[in-house]
Nanobody, 123 residues
Framework: VQLQASGGGLVQAGGSLRLSCAVS????????MAWFRQAPGEEREFVAS????????NYADSVKGRFTISRDTAKNTVYLEMNSLKPEDTAVFYC?????????????????WGQGTLVTVSS
């Protein structure tokens, strides 16, 4: 499985961005697709996840109500719609895949990673 993240950029506080993660390779419905982020000097943290089947989503408390994860199986792409962005959302965002039948919240739970895309939110 290979992942290619895109869509990052510079946005003002209160603005919106949509990140995309193009997925190639064989994907099973039980795969868990996730977004993580890593701010400078911080550990990588879980943002949101969705099963490829679309059955279930999960969000970090810090982004609930502002971010939405989705996937398009026809385009083999996972999205992260980010609204009401705050300066503290500034980070490199990574997409990741977990290839077992359960969701995970730790970066070590995930097997494949994209290269990251930088999101900068100015105040």
């Amino acid at each position: 499985v290979q992942l290619q993240a895109s869509g990052g950029g510079l946005v003002q506080a209160g603005g919106s961005l949509r990140l995309s993660c193009a997925v190639s390779g064989r994907i099973f419905s039980f795969y868990n697709m996730a977004w993580f982020r890593q701010a400078p000097g911080e550990e990588r943290e879980f943002v949101a996840s969705i099963f490829w089947s679309g059955d279930s989503t999960n969000y970090a408390d810090s982004v609930k109500g502002r971010f939405t994860i989705s996937r398009d199986t026809a385009k083999n792409t996972v999205y992260l719609e980010m609204n009401s962005l705050k300066p503290e959302d500034t980070a490199v965002f990574y997409c990741a895949v977990r290839t077992v039948r359960y969701g995970g919240l730790r970066s070590s739970d995930y097997d494949y990673w994209g290269q990251g895309t930088l999101v900068t939110v100015s105040s």
